[in-house]
């Protein structure tokens, strides 16, 4: 939860930094903003949020509790994993094949449904 919450911050205070700037004078289109993301930490994010998906879809209630503890100190909820998730499944490439793309997704929306499932 460490980890999670230093790339958010990281990645929160790039997207603040950006929207606080002229976009029209930069001329940043989404695909330069969501690369300015990465760089701020916002893969790595991804991944975290990707285990925390994964061990949720366990169904492990124990794990589950300790999850949500650590989201509710943070004052994070499930609600926030799933934004990060969904931002990663809508940027998953096809450099492995479109099968493999689809197979991913397939598996992030699985995590998504477990975290609202509850």
């Known amino acids: 939860m460490e980890l999670y919450m230093r790339y958010s911050d990281r990645v929160?205070?790039?997207t603040e930094r950006m929207n606080k700037l002229e976009l029209d004078d930069l001329e940043m289109d989404e695909?330069?903003?969501y690369n300015r993301k990465l760089e701020a930490g916002l893969y790595t994010l991804q991944?975290?949020?990707v285990v925390l998906g994964h061990l949720w879809s366990s169904e492990n209630q124990q794990m589950r509790a300790r999850i949500d503890l650590l989201l509710r100190q943070q004052k994070l909820t499930k609600h926030d994993v799933k934004a990060v998730l969904l931002e990663?499944?809508?940027n998953i490439g096809d450099v492995d094949g479109p099968e493999e793309k689809e197979r991913e997704q397939a598996r992030i929306q699985?995590?998504?449904a477990a975290l609202l499932a509850q």
């Open 110 to 112: 699985r995590f998504i």
């Open 47 to 49: 991944l975290i949020a």
């Open 12 to 14: 929160r205070s790039e």
């Open 88 to 90: 990663y499944q809508d």
């Open 31 to 33: 695909d330069e903003i």
